[in-house]
């Protein structure tokens, strides 16, 4: 399962390119992060990946198939997307319903529907409200039920728009073990994320937008070093990058761990 853009360009208002010449591959099974200012068209290509929005200019092929030549629907099995806004995607009276309704559209039994949901809803720490209607919640915890229902579609792409913002560290670390365990699965994973740390900690790969542009598109490690350019999309990069580039290493750590092991090692060398 390859994602290709190919030069694709969106316009909401004619004239105004709110994306502007995007090509880029992503492979199946990929753990891609999308950074950059705000406004820089990250949601508008997320967008395009599943449908939501269609090119207006090149185009986005997902499987093979044009995104063109395929309703929102097709390509809803394939591509799974939890909005930015949790409030544009909820619907149902309850948690329940709402992240049954993909699996129910998937025409699976009722016994799977209520597995898949329960598996879905304990996965993002909501087992407990599955009877609660969504706007009881506060929007920390609707977005969480927002991506319980992609979870329970289970898609082999999944794209999360801005999943960190909101929640508190014990959410942010149970996010990154799911990243982490749907990657190994081999799911191919797109978060669009200004959380630099989240990014470090769970992407291998990291692309950088400013402009509805592209500027920068690599491993984690190359792009989040790139102070300068970082700067050019109002990216700072991650605190553990700085503190390492401030102390002259060439070494860049992913994490605070991996800076003390460093600092072990260069404590030992001396
Ligand atoms: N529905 C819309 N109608 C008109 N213009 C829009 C719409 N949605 C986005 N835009 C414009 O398109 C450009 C790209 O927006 P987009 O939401 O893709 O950026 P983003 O990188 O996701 O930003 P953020 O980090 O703030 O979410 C911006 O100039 C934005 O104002
Ligand atoms: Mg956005």
């Not at 070093?225 to 605190?239: C, F, I, K, N």
Request: a negative charge.
């Amino acid at each position: 399962m390859t994602i290709i853009v190919c030069d694709a360009a969106y316009e909401y208002t004619a004239g105004v390119r709110a994306l502007d010449g995007v090509s880029l591959t992503i492979a199946s099974g990929e753990a891609l992060a999308l950074v950059g200012e705000n406004g820089a068209g990250k949601t508008t290509l997320a967008k395009l990946l599943n449908g939501l929005l269609r090119p207006s200019q090149g185009s986005v092929e997902v499987e093979g198939y044009d995104t063109r030549a395929r309703t929102t629907a097709q390509l809803s099995r394939h591509v799974g997307f939890v909005f930015q806004n949790p409030d544009d995607q909820l619907f149902a009276r309850t948690v329940q319903a709402e992240v049954a309704f993909g699996p129910r559209n998937q025409r699976l039994t009722e016994a799977e529907v209520e597995a898949r949901v329960a598996i879905a809803l304990a996965e993002v720490g909501l087992a407990d409200e599955a009877e609660r209607h969504p706007y009881d919640l506060a929007v920390p915890e609707r977005k969480l039920v927002a991506l319980a229902a992609a979870l329970a579609m289970h898609t082999p792409v999944l794209v999360l728009d801005e999943p960190t913002i909101g929640q508190d560290a014990r959410g942010v670390e149970r996010l990154g073990a799911l990243v982490d365990r749907l990657h190994a699965e081999g799911r191919t994973l797109i978060t669009i994320t200004h959380d630099l740390d989240f990014c470090l900690a769970h992407f291998e790969r990291v692309v950088v937008m400013a402009g509805g542009k592209i500027l920068a598109d690599g491993p984690a490690s190359e792009v989040l070093s790139q102070t300068d350019l970082l700067a050019q999309a109002q990216v700072e990069p991650p605190q553990v990058i700085q503190l390492a580039q401030a102390l002259g290493w060439g070494e860049v750590p992913l994490s605070v761990m991996e800076f003390a092991d460093i600092y072990a090692e260069r404590k030992a060398r001396l």
